[in-house]
């Protein structure tokens, strides 16, 4: 598999708190990667600094081997992303939504979109301020996957979903992606939510990426759920 | 990707440019209400080039990133395949079109409504030095699109947006209120006073790279800042902005100091003797010293300065007409020694003896001796559907203030008040113990006459009929009792030219047909001017004349036949030494030197940049030449050397 995505000594502080300490990472294309982490250990702000929603301190990011600088938005139209806080204008409507973001995608599947919404079940009509988190998430995948995004980072999109929805986003969603090639970068709290889909764990601790491996080699390693494993591994770091 | 970002933005903003649209409809459609209300009108059109319209643009800037502040949408915004500047300029773009919408309806309203029209001038407190006339306002609009900028530009801080209008407000208003400041202070040099046109040219960059540098604050914060990190964005912003405007200063002070200021407006000659010369702009009077080549600047421009001024042994008089307010205005009465001392005011509110609050100065003379002012005024004495009857009074003041006495000119009409009538000072005459006035009065047949007033026996009497002087200035030779006439039939044009010895009364004829205006030289033994005679084939020509005293008689001439020609005329005066003279040819964009018969003697090049001469004055051994612009009401002053034959703008 071919390198998708590289990250070297990336390091990030707010204030006098250093999140992101020489954090370096390699992503080859067409996997799902696991990012644990506890809250507030950066898994955010790894994610908003990939999609340059905010600036690194220092450090160098390549995607597809060209160098990603900060402000430029190119290489965006490769990426999907659904944020933790589904943020979006309250006053406009879902399909007002969609034909905004359409305009940004030269790859934009209309088709998909119009069928993902009603999957999840949302009313073109409504608007995005009256709909709640878990709709709002939805409806952030539906926008994601319709721009059919090479990469796709999942900033713990299923925290605020209802138990049914989530096991179909994990099993159906995520495994539909992964067959097609997508390069995924599922960063939760949720431990259990990766066991069944992840095929690479990266395991965010203290600023720094305590575990990069394949997730099975992990696994048969330590002999216990990725829970367990997890628990064990950020009490050694 | 800017037209969807674009259109988000007049979706979001739509309800503020409605609401805005609403009411600027409203107070447009107001003074219908209010049709026999001019007051009324007059404050609702302020009203909206003060008040609605920068409101407007700061609400509407206010609002620029609200949406992504107040929802959050930071993040969602920034992830997505656009890059920041693009975001910057698609906001900004929306407002100001939504703006410029406001602005079109304003404008349609201007051209279709006349109350708007009129009213939509800039109010003469706003730029007390600078006239700018009935002309479309873009101070309102410049501070507005300021406002909006800065409002703007204060959005991208994420605070409440009442706390950003009222900061935007604040700093709005702060930066040009301390340009403004700067401009009419001394530490700015009092450029308001001394250089209006520079003053205003400063104030315009100054906001235009303040503009700039809230903008460039703004884009750069954008564009590298930090956003979920409020202090640090702040911080960044604050440091642009203090670096953008530590340029602007810079750059403005340094444009105030180093860049030329392209010509004066209302610039024109007073008046000249011997080695210096008195001339006008915008700002006031100015005396030019040939010998020094100094230029003094002997009268602050103080509101608005009237036309009449007359110059008499190195003594200036002149008058003022003092705004206290647009129902406020004072005519004042001003002298000052033309090295610019003892400058006074002779009559005005402040002084005893109140001045003819009704009345208006068409004349002022001052007498050769440089002790006497005389000042005719006229008063309206009815109305009659659009004509109007005045009557006329002479005043005398001492050149120290003292001494104002009333004369009364009854003996000029006996008939009464006159219709469209028009007084002026002709000549000092017998030492300055008469003056010399003539009267025309427009009420067909138009009539002219010259009228001889006695100081000291305080009576008037007619010299002649049918009679008018050549030149207005300078009025007549000081060592003469003699003035050049024009007798003329009502406004017939061209009439006879006679000398008329003002001390026995006899004339002289000196040409048949006297046109333009006569110069006596240096001596006052000879006189310049143009005759007009039909020559071969009934073709008038045009005589260039010299005259003299002694022998009674032409003793030179030189004619011209080419219309252009013409200015040889016109833009003759004397040199220095009484001999030669020295003309403006505009066709061959030079000066030439003309020998006592008249023949060429010289030749002097105009530089290119003087593009088309309108007036000069030779004062010792300068010539100062006046050019217009382009551009009305806008010229340059030269100054050439005879001597050591070079040229100099003075401004």
Not at chain 1, 173 to 186: C, D, H, K, N
Request: proline share 4%; glycine share 8%; charged share 25%.
């Amino acid at each position: 598999m071919s390198e998708l995505l590289r990250i070297e000594h990336l390091s990030k502080s707010f204030g006098r708190k250093q999140v992101l300490k020489d954090l370096s990472l390699s992503v080859e294309s067409g996997r799902v990667y696991g990012l644990l982490g506890r809250n507030g250990e950066g898994k955010t702000t790894l994610a908003r600094i990939l999609m340059g929603v905010i600036p690194a301190d220092g450090g160098v990011i390549t995607f597809k081997g060209r160098r990603i600088g900060f402000g430029q938005s190119a290489y965006k139209r490769e990426f999907g992303y659904v944020p933790e806080d589904p943020f979006f204008y309250e006053d406009m409507t879902i399909r007002g939504l969609v034909n905004f973001n359409a305009r940004f995608y030269p790859r934009w599947d209309r088709k998909r979109i119009a069928a993902d919404l009603e999957r999840f079940g949302l009313d073109p009509k409504s608007r995005f301020g009256t709909l709640s988190r878990g709709q709002k998430l939805k409806l952030g995948l539906a926008v994601a996957l319709a721009a059919a995004p090479e990469f796709l980072i999942l900033d713990d999109p299923t925290s605020g979903l209802d138990v049914p929805t989530r096991q179909d986003f994990l099993r159906d969603v995520i495994r539909e992606l992964a067959a097609s090639g997508t390069t995924v970068l599922f960063a939760t709290h949720l431990v259990h939510e990766l066991e069944r889909i992840v095929e690479r764990l990266l395991v965010l601790h203290g600023g720094r990426l305590i575990v990069d491996e394949d997730f099975d080699k992990v696994k048969a390693r330590h002999q216990a759920s990725l829970e367990d494993i997890f628990v064990r591994l950020t009490a050694e770091a | 990707m800017f037209a969807a970002l674009y259109f988000k933005e007049w979706r979001e903003k739509a309800l503020v440019f409605f609401f805005e649209l609403g009411v600027l409809v409203a107070l447009l459609a107001a003074p219908f209400l209010f049709r026999d209300r001019a007051d009324v009108q007059e404050w609702l059109v302020y009203a909206i080039l003060m008040i609605f319209f920068p409101f407007a643009a700061l609400v509407l800037g206010a609002a620029g990133f609200e949406t992504e502040s107040g929802q959050g949408a930071w993040a969602y915004l920034f992830s997505r395949p656009v890059s920041r500047p693009t975001i910057w300029l698609s906001k900004f773009g929306a407002l100001l079109s939504m703006f410029a919408a406001l602005w079109l309806v304003f404008y349609v309203a201007r051209a279709v409504l006349p109350s708007v029209a009129e009213l939509a001038e800039l109010p003469g407190f706003v730029f007390p030095m600078y006239d700018l006339g009935t002309v479309f306002p873009w101070w309102s609009l410049g501070l507005s699109l300021f406002l909006l900028m800065v409002a703007f530009s204060l959005s991208l801080l994420r605070g409440r947006q009442f706390n950003i209008l009222v900061v935007a407000l604040i700093l709005g208003l702060l930066f040009p209120a301390v340009l403004w400041a700067l401009v009419v202070s001394r530490t700015g040099g009092l450029m308001a006073w001394l250089a209006p046109a520079r003053a205003f040219r400063t104030l315009l960059i100054g906001l235009i790279l303040i503009t700039l540098a809230f903008a460039g604050a703004s884009l750069l914060t954008l564009k590298r800042s930090d956003f979920s990190q409020p202090g640090k964005q702040l911080r960044t912003f604050v440091g642009w902005l203090a670096a953008f405007l530590a340029l602007a200063a810079t750059v403005t002070v340094g444009s105030a100091l180093f860049i030329p200021v392209p010509g004066e407006r209302h610039l024109d000659f007073i008046g000249s003797a011997d080695n210096w010369a008195v001339y006008c702009t915008e700002r006031g009077l100015f005396s030019y010293d040939a010998a020094s080549g100094r230029v003094r600047w002997l009268t602050k421009r103080q509101n608005a300065l009237s036309w009449f001024n007359s110059i008499a042994k190195d003594r200036l008089a002149y008058t003022v007409k003092k705004l206290e307010s647009r129902n406020d205005v004072t005519q004042e009465i001003w002298v000052t020694n033309t090295d610019g001392t003892g400058q006074k005011c002779l009559v005005g509110r402040d002084t005893p003896g109140a001045w003819l609050p009704d009345d208006s100065i068409r004349s002022l003379a001052i007498s050769p001796d440089g002790r006497t002012i005389a000042i005719l005024t006229e008063s309206v004495s009815r109305h009659e559907k659009l004509k109007t009857w005045r009557t006329a009074t002479l005043w005398t003041v001492n050149a120290d203030g003292s001494g104002l006495e009333k004369r009364s000119l009854e003996a000029m009409f006996p008939d009464g008040p006159e219709e469209n009538l028009y007084l002026a000072f002709a000549a000092w005459a017998r030492e300055g113990k008469v003056l010399i006035i003539v009267k025309r009065c427009s009420r067909e047949p138009v009539r002219w006459s010259l009228w001889a007033y006695d100081l000291e026996r305080r009576t008037a009497i007619k010299l002649r009929d049918d009679a008018a002087p050549v030149s207005w200035w300078p009025l007549n030779p000081k060592s003469r009792d003699v003035l050049a006439v024009r007798h003329r039939h009502g406004d017939e044009w061209p009439g006879t030219l006679a000398l008329l010895n003002l001390a026995s009364g006899e004339e002289t004829e000196i040409a048949g047909v006297g046109n333009l205006r006569v110069r006596w030289d240096p001596n006052e033994e000879k006189l310049l001017l143009i005759d007009r005679r039909k020559g071969p084939e009934a073709r008038e020509s045009s005589v260039l004349t010299v005259y003299s005293l002694a022998a009674g008689k032409a003793i030179a001439e030189r004619t011209f036949t080419d219309l252009d020609d013409i200015y040889y005329g016109y833009w003759t005066t004397w040199m220095p030494d009484g001999q030669s003279l020295l003309a403006i040819d505009r066709k061959g964009r030079s000066l030439r030197i003309l020998g006592p018969e008249l023949e060429d003697a010289g030749r002097i090049d105009l530089p290119a940049r003087i593009q088309k001469p309108s007036g000069f004055e030779v004062v010792g051994d300068k010539v100062l030449i006046l050019a217009s612009s382009k551009k009305s009401f806008r010229g340059s002053l030269w100054r050439f050397d005879l001597v050591k034959k070079s040229w100099k703008r003075l401004y």
